[in-house]
């Protein structure tokens, strides 16, 4: 995540909770100027519209605010103290060691004998929770698994004076979006956006008019709302749309993982991304733009047109070379940068072969003569570098697969949000 000046980047590692904050110094080099581990692995990290501050969620449901620099030492000491007075425990609670119920005499079966021995091999040392030692605020919480969020500032016009107020938005596994003030209120709901049936994993909130969200998930479909109200304004079809892409990426399912999205046109459709480009505006002053969707395991960008008022409806299906992981938007090119799994399966591949793999780097770019998304972008020459940079890494069948298989886990986990039988009961 870059801020707007673009001289500070906010990256976040998943192997040991950390946020990192670095700095672009003038020969285009990275200076790493803090870091900060989180007490649970981060999924989504968004700036305040002042970008002084970093929000933070994660997966187990609360949502921090942490400033972008730290502040001078004696500051920060005051501010951690005050931050652990309100979060820790009370330690002076006498601590009960955890004592099954169940006996040898009472468990028979082979298996439950051996889950009473796990049992009774857990430690009843009472588990010393770390306080963070860094500045910290702990705004709100949900009480299932957080998925995303997104920091809005509002303009109310209509009165004599015109004032702003912030609202933060967060998404969970429970099919909601809670609409809550933003800083320093974030603990007072504003109200709940209730429409979806599966999971909730990406929000978007246009900027050209920021009273609309645009939601989607493990439905067949997005959601835009008046998320100020609170209503759903449309439901737009996506499943239709990706159903049958991808087979060209895996003609059979690999037998060690499970297949259940819509990459292979029998299953469900899982939202990775959404994010909005805008484009022009037209001669009475509202801004056109398009929606950008990218779902698990589809290699295409789906793209949806922004009409005035809010309508909604699908211009075209980009198809790619590979699965879709990630894109980013570069609204002064009006372009879009993807990034592609060239690794999905080289479980048939020989050497040779190797050597024509798939790109992991791809553009678009908006022609307004064409009204439409084309290949031939000011970047192209770029990603065709970078490109032919990887094409010349030397790699062998064997370790693509094995590198394959241990990165599969970690690029394609969205589908493993939706709640089976098991988890509803």
């Not at 609670?93 to 028979?108: D, G, Q, S």
């Amino acid at each position: 995540m870059v801020n707007s000046t673009g001289k500070h980047i906010v990256a976040v590692t998943g192997e040991d909770k950390c946020i990192r904050v670095l700095e672009v110094l003038a020969d285009n080099t990275l200076l790493q100027i803090s870091e900060r581990h989180m007490p649970k692995r981060p999924c989504s990290v968004q700036f305040t519209t002042d970008e002084s501050v970093i929000l933070c969620a994660d997966k187990f449901g609360d949502v921090y605010a942490l400033p972008l620099f730290e502040p001078h030492s004696d500051q920060k000491d005051g501010m951690i103290e005050q931050s652990k007075a309100t979060e820790q425990p009370n330690k002076e609670a006498k601590f009960k060691p955890f004592i099954p119920a169940a006996t040898a005499l009472t468990v028979h079966t082979k298996r439950n004998q051996q889950a009473l021995r796990n049992q009774q091999s857990l430690t009843s040392k009472s588990p010393e929770k770390k306080s963070l030692d860094f500045t910290h605020q702990l705004l709100l919480g949900h009480v299932s698994l957080l998925t995303d969020l997104a920091y809005i500032t509002v303009l109310f016009a209509g009165s004599a004076s015109p004032s702003t107020r912030s609202y933060l938005l967060t998404s969970d596994r429970d099919e909601h979006i809670r609409v809550s003030r933003g800083l320093p209120q974030a603990h007072i709901v504003e109200g709940y956006c209730l429409g979806h049936t599966e999971f909730v994993r990406k929000l978007c909130v246009p900027p050209w008019d920021r009273s609309f969200l645009v939601s989607g998930g493990g439905d067949d479909y997005l959601l835009i709302w008046k998320w100020l109200s609170c209503e759903v304004q449309q439901r737009v079809e996506l499943k239709p749309l990706v159903a049958g892409l991808g087979k060209n990426i895996r003609q059979e399912p690999r037998r060690d993982i499970e297949q259940p999205t819509g990459a292979t046109g029998t299953g469900s459709v899982a939202v990775t991304g959404i994010w909005a480009v805008q484009t022009r505006s037209n001669n009475r002053g509202n801004y056109e733009g398009y929606i950008v969707v990218t779902c698990e395991r589809v290699p295409a960008l789906v793209i949806y047109s922004w009409h005035e008022n809010g309508k909604v409806e699908h211009h075209e299906t980009l198809e790619v070379e590979g699965n879709i992981l990630d894109v980013a938007i570069v609204p002064e090119q009006m372009s879009i940068l993807y990034t592609m799994d060239n690794l999905e399966d080289y479980s048939s591949a020989t050497d040779n072969q190797l050597r024509h793999h798939l790109p992991s780097l791809g553009c678009y770019c908006y022609s307004s003569t064409a009204c439409s998304w084309v290949k031939t972008s000011p970047l192209q020459e770029s990603v065709n570098g970078i490109n032919r940079w990887a094409a010349m890494q030397e790699s062998t069948a064997s370790d693509l697969e094995s590198r394959s298989n241990a990165m599969h886990d970690f690029l394609y986990g969205t589908e493993k949000l939706r709640k089976r039988d098991q988890d509803e009961n």
